[in-house]
């Protein structure tokens, strides 16, 4: 009998889909297409080996990008290992001088491999790429190059400092990921958006709620949020009132926690009670929390993607009167130690509830919302 040999991108998406649970499944098909079967093999290598979800989805998008940009630049997949000329190639491509670009079209990308990569949706800001996105794709890169067993040229000094020439030639004004906080008198004017009963209010309210009150969870976290990471605490007693609800997040695995970390946050009150009441209009008792929501009001068996997330957040604040490019989801973290710091909460304690590891991070937003009013700004 005559084996049927499947199509190679078939098998591939077929593969993705035994690590469905770890990797943005919304583009499998493109993934398929656009990776390599080692590449595929050395994701499923990394989830065998326990690698945090958000790291691999990390890798998984920085690994698309290459292959990409490697497919349009050189018109053949990426070799293993990388020749030194080629990440000096990368950094040509991606470190530019804007000025020097407008007078020769060929300093930086060259025009067909920036429409090719446009055309795919891998590029959509006009510009350089920033320093520290090349680095993080330099070092992801490096990182799948070494679970191959493998040894690149990332530290070669050619490309140290051809990457320390092209930052200073083209200075880059660094921008937060969110332009505006997202602090609670923002919060309370997307909240009035979702003041219906209806499915989509419901699961907006809760997520934008819990989003924020758990610390300011990043967009994958709450994206990937699921019935069993939730378990109910005692309510929590009030001196004038019934006793408040209570509910802990099970994290699980972080970007800063380690393997044998499970960092949990707790939820007490109106996000609770947000929570419940979607869920319990959604009928949801098990699998993924928040869900897409069809044309005609069916809640979806899948997961919303984390870029949804964004495009929530962007639309009620478009329905709140809003400036929308002025917010992101990241503006809900930003915005939970900025309040934070607005309500006089120290700064350990957010960050028990925000779970930064770094306090010069933590800190980068917390301070700007005292140092206006602190003593050091009204000496005179």
């Known amino acids: 009998m005559t084996s049927v040999v499947r ?32 590449d595929v093999e050395t994701l499923r290598h990394l989830v065998n080996e326990g690698m945090g979800a958000n790291t691999l989805r990390a890798l998984t998008s920085d690994l698309a990008y290459l292959e990409a940009w490697g497919l349009a630049a050189t018109g053949k997949s990426l070799p293993w290992p990388v020749p030194e000329a080629l990440l000096l190639k990368f950094v040509a491509h991606h470190l530019w001088d804007p000025e020097k670009r407008a007078a020769d079209l060929d300093h930086g990308m060259p025009v067909d491999v920036d429409e090719n990569l446009r055309s795919q949706g891998f590029l959509k800001s006009v510009g350089p790429h920033a320093p520290s996105t090349v680095r993080r794709r330099l070092a992801n890169w490096s990182t799948l190059t070494k679970w191959r067993g493998l040894e690149g040229a990332f530290a070669s000094p050619a490309l140290k400092s051809a990457i320390r020439l092209a930052i200073r030639a083209a200075p880059r004004q660094r921008f ?8 609670g008198d923002v919060l309370a004017k997307l909240l009035a958006t979702c003041a219906s009963d209806s499915l989509r209010d419901l699961r907006d309210r809760a997520m934008l709620m819990v989003a924020f009150a758990s610390g300011g969870r990043r967009r994958s976290e709450i994206a990937g949020l699921r019935v069993e990471q939730l378990s ?21 695995r972080t970007k800063t926690a380690s393997g044998e970390q499970d960092d949990v946050v707790y939820l007490t009150g109106r996000p609770v009670e947000a929570l419940n009441a979607w869920m319990a209009a959604a009928k949801i008792d098990s699998g993924s929390v928040f869900r897409g929501i069809g044309r005609w009001g069916t809640v979806s068996k899948r997961a919303i993607d984390p870029q949804s997330v ?71």
């Open 7 to 38: 199509d190679p991108i078939d098998r591939r998406g077929q593969e993705l889909d035994t690590i469905a649970a770890v990797l943005p499944m919304e583009r499998r098909d493109e993934l398929a297409e656009l990776l390599t079967d080692q």
């Open 176 to 183: 937060r990921k969110s332009a505006k906080a997202v602090t």
């Open 310 to 380: 964004n495009a929530i957040l962007k639309q009620r604040a478009e329905m709140a009167g809003l400036e929308a490019a002025e917010f992101s989801a990241h503006g809900l973290r930003s915005g939970y130690l900025t309040e934070a710091a607005n309500l006089g909460i120290p700064l350990p304690e957010a960050m028990e509830q925000s779970r930064h590891r770094s306090v010069q991070q933590a800190s980068s937003y917390y301070n700007n919302a005292t140092r206006r009013s602190g003593r050091a700004a009204r000496m005179i």
């Open 232 to 252: 109910l605490e005692t309510p929590i007693e009030t001196p004038d009132g019934p006793p408040l609800p209570s509910l802990a997040i099970h994290l699980g």
